[in-house]
């Protein structure tokens, strides 16, 4: 650390232990963090934010992901290890949360408001995280839609290669009007039998 004497810097290998007694009808769940969490997470907002994922998903990988993309977008720039453990009293999947629905005709705004909501994400929430939590959503989202979109032009590749090719040949049979056009006014005759080939 800039400014501190090496002897302030130095760092202890022996860890603080504590054995606390569970509880197997209150905890839901322990988290090992190292401090590229805790850098940017409370304590109490790291339990908010595992708690609200569990609501959405069963793939602990998944939720574990979606806490280090929020501690990414709240600017941590250290390594981030994290372990989550689930016990039995940890909350479950809310049906409700993940209802599907589809989204057609509706624009970019309103299907992921939608799907932010499906996803757990409240507007009352008590967890300062959401909006970082919200922003690699909102990335994929949008990334998947630019997908669909792209798959859709080349299924409609071949009517829109026809509909060119009749707007070419209008503009060059155009061209040609025009140019014979000029040509007459030009005071030029014309065999319109060769013009034709």
Known sequence: FPGLCPTDQLVSPEPDIYIIERNKEDDEFLVLACDGIYDVLENE???RLVRSRLTVTEDLKRASNQVLDVCLSKGSRDNMTMIMVVFDAAPKVNEEALIESKHDGADDADSITLILKQEGFDDNSPSTCDIHLARSLIDRILEEKNKIEESQQ???SPQLQEANNLSNNLV???DDTIK???EVEA????DY???KL
């Open 180 to 182: 014979t056009a000029t």
């Open 172 to 174: 060059e049979n155009t």
């Open 187 to 190: 005071g030029e005759e014309i």
């Open 154 to 156: 080349r299924q409609q």
């Open 193 to 195: 039998e060769k013009k």
């Open 45 to 47: 907002e790291l339990c």
